[in-house]
Each structure stands twice: as C-alpha cells, then as structure tokens.
C-alpha cells in the first residue's frame, strides 16, 4: 500500500490515535513520511518498534514504544541502547519478560537508564503463554516497581498466532 492508500484507510476508520507497529516497522522507508503525514492531519502517532534500529529520524511528536529485547528473546544482543539515550517525556518502553531471568534483566535496564523519570511508561508484558500475568504482577508489586503490566491484548483478542492485526 503506498501512503496515501494507508492515509486513506486511516481516515476511513474514524482514527484519531493510530499506532504503527508489526513486524518492524522502520525497516519500511515510506514510514516516516506516513508518520508525518498523519501528525499533520492532526492525529496522535505512536509508532512500537522493536528496538534494533535508531528512532533518531522518526518525526517529532510521534510517540515512540521501545521495546527493549531481554535474554529469553534470543535477541537482547541487538538492542540500540542509543535509543534509550534519546527518550522524550511522551515515548514508552516496553519489556516482554519470559522469566526471572528476563525480569531481572529488565528491573536493571529501568534502573540503568532511569526509565521511569525519562519517560511516560515503563511497560513490563508476560509472554503470552509462557509466564503467568500473575507472577509477573508479585514480582513488581514485591520490588515496588514504578513499571506498568501490560497484557499482550491482541494474543487474548485474536488469538497468539495470528498476524496483521
């Protein structure tokens, strides 16, 4: 689909909060200026990237969900920690957290990097299926953490294998 085709299907819905997201979505060039496109229609953007690639050229006033790979993921060695570096008081960062492993990894990067004072939420997701949202809540609630659960809601929706949605 080409910018306008996305902007009109945008428009077509009704949207005034749009999210940008899937697979990963700054690997495709005509993002940024779909990104402007729609701030200039008035919309609020938020774009969910998965943390590989610099988010330095994404528009101003698009918010920006970072997700940050722990261990369990197989990809923690491709975080682009400069993101972390760059957060602006609306961007949120997100942890999709398999274990203690991954919660532990993910309480020393809010730590680290300040998340909580840096930015407007610090998401922490149990993986659909494999760590119970339960255990997950105790652990926050046992650290005081300044962190947010977030349920994956498309995997409840649609289902945990279903995609382009």
């Not at 990104?35 to 330095?56: A, Y």
């Not at 990067?109 to 998340?115: E, M, S, T």
């Amino acid at each position: 689909m080409s910018v306008e085709d996305v902007v009109a299907q945008v428009g077509a819905f009704g949207c005034d909060v749009v999210e940008i997201t899937g697979g990963e979505p700054l690997l495709q060039p005509d993002v940024y200026p779909l990104m402007q496109r729609l701030l200039d229609e008035g919309r609020t953007v938020m774009l969910e990237t998965g943390g590989h690639r610099s988010v330095e050229q994404v528009p101003a006033g698009v918010i920006r969900v970072i997700d940050v790979k722990c261990p369990g993921s197989g990809e923690a060695d491709k975080n682009h920690w400069p993101n972390l570096e760059q957060l602006r008081a609306a961007d949120e960062v997100k942890f999709v957290i398999v274990d203690r492993a991954d919660y532990e990894y993910a309480r020393g990067v809010v730590a680290r990097y300040d998340l909580a004072d840096r930015s407007a939420a610090v998401l922490f997701s149990p993986a659909h299926g494999v760590l119970p949202p339960k255990t997950l809540a105790e652990w926050i609630l046992g650290d005081r953490l300044p962190v947010r659960l977030q349920l994956q809601a498309h995997k409840y929706i649609w289902g945990a294998d279903v995609r382009g949605v």
